[in-house]
């Protein structure tokens, strides 16, 4: 079964600077997508940036990036020039191209964003 | 955009209690999803549907039924709510695979407690 580990339950990064959140996955299948989703506080989850496992260039959504390493099955997400309405809880998560849509998320990663 | 709304975003009930938990979607998409999410455990997948009147147990279906007459619309109900279930729920949509999107598109939540 496939699995998705955020080992990093909190983080915190000063205005400005940049952070990565970490993301590792388990996989037998070759054909898949990647997800970080943000859920700021009380508010709606949405999506951050998704990858297409079979494309190699990296995904970019202005000042998101992933850094996807699939022999390694990474997934981390780099945040550039922080700002205060980045501070969130990151969910990454998978989803199957060839089977069913269900999507596994990890436990999350808080972010806070120090002034 | 697409839209999905949850009938309450706060909710308090009695043990033993039957509770509705209501989603609604205005973007036709096949595919719905109920979530529960808890500090450290990330989201856990209840129930999902494909189709009207199709469902399918997730991970953590016990104690939750649902129920899906109309496209739009997807249930969530506690037969006789626990202090167990206190937790907060997420309800969310997506295309069929073949509709040509991955990605899944949440409603705000509801925070039940249950007392």
């Known amino acids: 079964a496939q699995t998705v580990t955020q080992s990093q339950p909190e983080m915190s990064v000063q205005e400005a600077e940049t952070v990565t959140l970490s993301c590792t996955y388990d996989?037998?299948?070759?054909?898949?997508?990647l997800f970080w989703y943000k859920q700021p506080p009380s508010r709606q989850m949405i999506l951050v940036i998704r990858?297409?496992?079979?494309?190699?260039q990296n995904a970019t959504e202005n000042r998101f990036s992933v850094n996807f390493q699939k022999a390694a099955k990474s997934f981390s997400l780099k945040i550039s020039d922080s700002q205060l309405g980045d501070a969130a809880m990151y969910f990454c998560a998978y989803r199957s191209r060839n089977r069913d849509d269900k999507i596994i998320f990890g436990k999350g990663t808080r972010l806070h964003i120090l002034p | 955009d697409v839209k999905v709304t949850q009938s309450s975003r706060y909710l308090v009930k009695r043990t033993g209690e039957k509770v509705f938990l209501e989603c609604v979607q205005d973007?036709?998409?096949?595919?719905m999803f109920w979530y529960r999410q808890d500090p450290g455990l990330g989201l856990r997948l209840i129930y999902f549907?494909?189709?009207?009147?199709?469902?399918e147990k997730g991970d953590i279906p016990e104690g939750y039924s649902v129920s899906r007459e109309k496209k739009e619309r997807f249930s969530l109900i506690l037969e006789s709510a626990s202090t167990n279930q206190t937790s907060m729920y997420l309800c969310a949509t997506s295309p069929s695979s073949g509709g040509g999107s991955d990605t899944q598109y949440f409603g705000p939540g509801t925070r039940l407690t249950v007392l």
């Open positions: 973007m036709d998409h096949e595919n």
């Open positions: 996989t037998s299948e070759s054909d898949y997508y």
């Open positions: 990858q297409e496992a079979y494309k190699q």
């Open positions: 549907s494909y189709d009207v009147k199709m469902k």
